[in-house]
Nanobody, 120 residues
Framework: QLQASGGGLVQTGDSLRLSCAASGRTFGSYVMGWFRQAPGKERESVATISQGGGTTYYADSVQGRFTISRDNAKNTVYLQMNSLKPEDTAIYYC???????????????WGQGTQVTVSS
């Protein structure tokens, strides 16, 4: 199971850190991804991190502002979001995959989502 937390209502330029805690003993064997879905839009990949954390990918829209990281000892993946913009408003989901992919269809396990709202 994946449990996302850390969302909230912030203003433009603020920061938030999302956390996603995983249960089980195999967290370190999974690629982890953060996705988001805004109303009326498709779910999109925000950031991806490999099992050991050595490889990361970011959507162009968040490159340089967001940082994905993981702590395998704590079974947790994080998304540090800086310089937030109104267009970052969405429900953010964490997900786990057995392969290194950014495609939502490649992720087998999903968290429940946490709302991020950025006011202008």
């Amino acid at each position: 199971q994946l449990q996302a937390s850390g969302g909230g209502l912030v203003q433009t330029g603020d920061s938030l850190r999302l956390s996603c805690a995983a249960s089980g003993r195999t967290f370190g064997s999974y690629v982890m991804g953060w996705f988001r879905q805004a109303p009326g839009k498709e779910r999109e990949s925000v950031a991806t991190i490999s099992q050991g954390g050595g490889t990361t990918y970011y959507a162009d829209s968040v490159q340089g502002r967001f940082t994905i990281s993981r702590d395998n000892a704590k079974n947790t993946v994080y998304l540090q979001m800086n310089s937030l913009k109104p267009e970052d408003t969405a429900i953010y989901y964490c997900a786990a995959s057995s392969i290194l992919t950014r495609a939502p269809g490649g992720y087998k396990f999903w968290g429940q989502g946490t709302q991020v709202t950025v006011s202008s």
